[in-house]
């Protein structure tokens, strides 16, 4: 069975502090793997990664795969107040799950002034 | 104009009831999803369809039957409602699976379903 396991389950900083969260997977016919903030209602899509060692870069946001020992992370630099939600981690499969995204139980992060 | 619309938001109602739930997408995407959130926050996907073609079917109790009417719909009825039932349910949508660049899914506002 898939499987997506996050890190830390929360945190809890002040802004200005820089933060790094973990996903690790096992996936089947993974194809790549994508990154979601959740605030209250939609989970909203942040980087989606497909090979390992290149860095995704949007503002303060960065992320980055490796293939090979099958973990993920993403790193927010100079956190503010509204990057508190929670961050979740989704391989995609390809084959016959065509599409599938497998969510790990996501970061909550919460950023105090 | 809201990508991937979602209705009702909220729903409460009766154990043993009937209840459906909409979902509509205007980015003329291929694919759309059923997910559910439970009270973890374990988003889990239910079924996806492609070109109204019943493409992913997890395990999930047959009392959910999907209905596709177009490809800009995906529908979630969901017959004698149980406790267990209670969760936010989250529709998405994404342009075509099959290309890596293009599986994307954006998701919609959800809708909490409250069985009492």
């Known amino acids: 069975e898939d499987k997506v396991v996050q890190s830390p389950l929360s945190l809890v900083v002040h802004e200005g502090d820089t933060v790094t969260l973990n996903c690790s997977y096992e996936v089947t016919n993974f194809r790549s793997l994508l990154w979601y903030k959740q605030e209250k209602k939609a989970p909203t899509f942040l980087f989606m990664l497909?090979?390992?060692?290149i860095e995704k870069k949007s503002g303060r946001l960065s992320s980055i795969l490796d293939k090979k020992e099958l973990f993920s992370i993403l790193n927010i630099t100079a956190t503010q107040t509204g990057d508190s939600a929670i961050y979740l981690c989704?391989?995609?499969?390809?084959?016959?799950?065509?599409?599938?995204?497998?969510f790990g139980q996501g970061t909550i992060l919460t950023v105090h002034p | 104009d809201t990508a991937v619309s979602q209705t009702p938001k909220y729903l409460v109602t009766q154990m043993g009831n009937d209840k459906s739930i909409k979902c509509e997408q205007n980015?003329?995407?291929?694919?759309m999803y059923w997910y559910k959130q439970d009270s973890k926050k374990f988003l889990k996907i239910m079924f996806s369809?492609?070109?109204?073609?019943?493409?992913i079917n997890e395990t999930v109790p047959n009392r959910f039957s999907p209905k596709s009417p177009d490809k800009a719909h995906l529908n979630l009825h969901i017959n004698s409602l149980e406790l267990g039932d209670s969760a936010v349910y989250f529709c998405a949508s994404s342009q075509d699976p099959g290309i890596l660049a293009k599986n994307i899914q954006y998701f919609g506002a959800g809708t909490r379903l409250s069985v009492l």
């Open positions: 980015l003329g995407h291929d694919t």
């Open positions: 497909t090979s390992s060692g």
């Open positions: 989704a391989p995609a499969a390809g084959g016959t799950s065509y599409g599938k995204l497998t």
């Open positions: 369809y492609n070109n109204k073609e019943l493409i």
